[in-house]
């Protein structure tokens, strides 16, 4: 406790990093931040974009890369990228926004993102589906996975997901995002003895229109995987993260 109390009077620790220090997250104007997520469970924490002001992303996106190195923000809009990327021009991270996944990533200078010898594939039934897909994407490169997508391959012509089939294979896990009726992850799962995370999209036309129809349809699966909840795009990068790192784990180094 001294030692913590010294580096702030030297100015050497910011009151913030000593209360991440003490308690395990940070408190702001905005909300309280969980610095010690990753240390905790392997997975990085990320900043909900909808629901608060540009201003208040900003100043959490803040303490997220004063506290941990990086900040990981979801869900963001316009005035939210700009809100940040103002917010943190006079820092020499780097914001990388992803307009169609409506992620912002910022890393320090001293930041060294983690990388595991683990791949995991991204497959969307059509492009409507890539928006959701691509926050899974985020999150599991964030935790350190090489990500590989297979794009397009929804079950109105099977062939195209046949042709992809190696590529699937080869796969350590996959995170499959389908709307509709939600039937290409069952369709995977039965040519692959990976592991398949179904991921449903709020896409397709009038009844289950909103997502539920792709829900019910993965839990109901006749073949074996595990499902996110509807558009829970950072949940399935997630857990596919953590496949990926117990996947490196196990290799041989």
């Known amino acids: 406790m001294r030692e913590l109390l010294e580096a702030v009077a030297a100015g050497d620790l910011s009151p913030t990093e000593a209360e991440v220090q003490l308690r395990g997250y940070a408190t702001t104007d905005a909300?309280?931040?969980?610095?010690?997520?990753?240390?905790?469970?392997?997975?990085?924490?990320?900043?909900?974009?909808?629901?608060?002001?540009?201003?208040?992303?900003?100043?959490?996106a803040e303490t997220a890369l004063e506290t941990t190195g990086r900040a990981v923000v979801t869900r963001v809009d316009a005035d939210?990228?700009?809100?940040?990327?103002?917010?943190?021009?006079?820092?020499?991270?780097?914001?990388?926004?992803?307009?169609?996944?409506?992620?912002?990533?910022v890393h320090g200078v001293d930041f060294e993102p983690p990388a595991l010898d683990a791949t995991v594939g991204i497959v969307t039934g059509g492009t409507s589906d890539a928006p959701v897909a691509g926050e899974a994407a985020v999150i599991a490169r964030e935790m350190g996975a090489t990500v590989e997508f297979v794009e397009d391959v929804g079950v109105?012509?099977?062939?195209?997901?046949?042709?992809?089939?190696?590529?699937?294979?080869?796969?350590?896990?996959?995170v499959i995002a389908a709307g509709r009726e939600g039937a290409l992850p069952t369709v995977v799962a039965g040519l692959v003895d990976t592991p398949v995370i179904g991921l449903p999209v709020p896409t397709g036309?009038?009844?289950?229109?909103?997502?539920h129809a792709a829900l019910d349809g993965m839990l109901q699966s006749c073949t074996i995987i595990s499902v996110v909840n509807i558009g829970a795009g950072f949940v399935a990068g997630a857990q596919a993260g953590l496949v990926a790192r117990a996947v490196d784990d196990a290799r041989p180094s």
């Open 156 to 174: 109105a012509h099977l062939g195209r997901v046949l042709d992809h089939l190696e590529t699937l294979r080869d796969a350590d896990v996959l």
């Open 80 to 105: 939210d990228v700009s809100a940040v990327s103002d917010h943190l021009d006079d820092t020499d991270a780097t914001v990388d926004h992803d307009h169609r996944a409506k992620t912002i990533t």
């Open 31 to 60: 909300g309280r931040f969980d610095a010690a997520r990753e240390q905790r469970r392997g997975v990085p924490e990320a900043i909900l974009a909808e629901g608060k002001t540009p201003t208040e992303v900003a100043d959490l």
């Open 205 to 211: 036309y009038g009844a289950g229109g909103e997502g």
